[in-house]
T-cell receptor, first 113, second 119 residues
Framework: GEDVEQSLFLSVREGDSSVINCTYT??????LYWYKQEPGAGLQLLTY?????DMKQDQRLTVLLNKKDKHLSLRIADTQTGDSAIYFC?????????????FGKGTKLSVIP | EAGVAQSPRYKIIEKRQSVAFWCNPI?????LYWYQQILGQGPKLLIQ????????DSQLPKDRFSAERLKGVDSTLKIQPAKLEDSAVYLC?????????????????FGPGTRLTVL
């Protein structure tokens, strides 16, 4: 079945860039998403990318997609303490009825002041 | 626009007891999802409704879990009887996906979740 892998932890200094990586196995993925989860809260959609795109930029966020290697990354520029959270990568397949998202285990980002 | 609402936010029960969670999706959203998020894991889909019909419940433990969305709006998820391994956060999400329509990203919007502890 589909699988999404992420590194579990990332620590960066405030003001530096953060890069969170994700790999997935479903080559038929149509959309890939990044969600942010703060303690005690639900998931907040940060950004998404369609599978025929290589890059998407949205303010401080840059998403890179290497479809050949099935590798997705999220770059956060000028990381702030408010960016400390768990970041989930998720992919959606293309099969009939494949509405569900498959999530990774999440990367906990810690920002050091 | 109001977000996805869930209640209660926290629930503590003993094993073998029953529990129910409630979700009110974003107004007008046809599709509703229930996810289970065990500590340290990503969310796992339990069941998906489109309007009041079940689209996918392949990962729902049907011997103890049930869910309904009778009028195609609010939904309840029930566990009866609960086991220790059911301790998790139960997330509800909704999206605008409509049967036969053009779905685009079909972005899912999540509620704050209900944290269940089974003792």
């Amino acid at each position: 079945g589909e699988d999404v892998e992420q590194s579990l932890f990332l620590s960066v200094r405030e003001g530096d860039s953060s890069v969170i990586n994700c790999t997935y196995t479903d080559s038929s993925s149509t959309y890939l998403y990044w969600y942010k989860q703060e303690p005690g809260a639900g998931l907040q959609l940060l950004t998404y990318i369609f599978s025929n795109m290589d890059m998407k930029q949205d303010q401080r966020l840059t998403v890179l997609l290497n479809k050949k290697d099935k590798h997705l990354s999220l770059r956060i520029a000028d990381t702030q303490t408010g960016d400390s959270a768990i970041y989930f990568c998720a992919e959606k397949g293309s099969g009939a009825g494949s509405y569900q998202l498959t999530f990774g285990k999440g990367t906990k980002l810690s920002v050091i002041p | 626009e109001a977000g996805v609402a869930q209640s209660p936010r926290y629930k503590i029960i003993e094993k073998r007891q029953s529990v129910a969670f409630w979700c009110n999706p974003i107004s007008g959203h046809a599709t509703l999802y229930w996810y289970q998020q065990i500590l340290g894991q990503g969310p796992k889909l339990l069941i998906q409704f489109q309007n009041n019909g079940v689209v996918d419940d392949s990962q729902l433990p049907k011997d103890r879990f049930s869910a309904e969305r009778l009028k195609g709006v609010d939904s309840t998820l029930k566990i009866q009887p609960a086991k220790l391994e059911d301790s998790a956060v139960y997330l509800c999400a909704s999206s605008a996906r409509l049967a036969g329509g053009s779905f685009g990203t079909d972005t899912q919007y999540f509620g704050p979740g209900t944290r269940l502890t089974v003792l």
